[in-house]
């Protein structure tokens, strides 16, 4: 597509259950990031894949969140449990990355989480 | 980590242009300087980034100084659009974590009428 895509762009859920966050990055994209902007504060890194190598999950702040990158495509962002400071926009974005390169990111209009 | 300094806000009128700084006085040799924005209610895009010398796009220009420790990003003539957070990042050109964005507080830029 011409862009990254998320969805849900909005998901309310009661404290407890479980979400996941969906993203379809930019076609032949091989980098896909994870990032989650809490109201009026910075963007915090989540979690990274790229191509076919394990992904750096340093960003993720708990056992709750996981990720997985299928066919190296389309991400899903899982959150188990949600708590209520989960609550935040989670972005998504990709790029053409490789480790020798330095390309620019574009990233998706969020998912914008409350947890109630 | 290498840091940057930005001004939390700045005004400009319509039409005119605008010099967003930044400060990285800690900035390593292997490092790029990013620049990108968040409108409201958006993800974060993609401006411009250089290393050395000064860089023009379609969106903007970015202005490298001499010894590399300060950027200015140049919007060459505000829009309203342009409303946004302008966020200075340095990435290092490659190695471990050089995928990371590291976002800081930004400057807000306001465009008047």
């Known amino acids: 597509g011409a862009g990254v895509s998320q969805s849900p762009s909005n998901k309310v859920t009661e404290k407890g259950k479980d979400v996941e966050l969906r993203c379809d990055p930019i076609?032949?994209?091989?980098?896909l990031y994870w990032y989650r902007q809490s109201l009026g504060q910075g963007l915090e890194f989540l979690i990274y894949?790229?191509?076919?190598?394990?992904?750096?999950k340093s960003g993720l702040p708990s056992d709750r969140f996981s990720a997985e990158r299928t066919g190296g495509s389309v991400s899903t962002l899982t959150i188990q449990r949600t708590q209520q400071e989960d609550s935040a926009v989670y972005l998504c974005a990709s790029s053409l990355e490789t480790l020798s390169t330095n390309y620019g990111y574009t990233f998706g209009s969020g998912t914008r989480l409350t947890v109630v | 980590d290498a840091k940057t300094t930005q001004p939390n806000s700045m005004e400009s009128n319509e039409e005119e242009p605008v010099h967003l700084p930044c400060n990285h006085s800690?900035?390593?040799?292997?490092?790029?300087i990013h620049w990108y924005r968040q409108l409201p209610s958006q993800g974060p895009e993609y401006v411009i980034h250089?290393?050395?010398s000064n860089v023009n796009n379609r969106m903007a220009s970015l202005a490298i100084a001499e010894d590399r420790k300060s950027s200015t990003l140049i919007l060459h003539r505000a829009t309203l659009r342009d409303a946004a957070v302008y966020y200075c990042?340095?990435?290092?050109?490659?190695?471990?974590?050089?995928?990371?964005?590291?976002f800081g507080k930004g400057t807000k830029l306001s465009v008047i009428p």
């Open positions: 076609s032949g994209h091989t980098a």
């Open positions: 894949f790229q191509g076919n190598s394990a992904p750096d």
């Open positions: 250089g290393l050395t």
């Open positions: 800690t900035i390593s040799g292997t490092d790029y």
């Open positions: 990042i340095l990435r290092p050109y490659s190695g471990a974590g050089s995928y990371q964005l590291t």
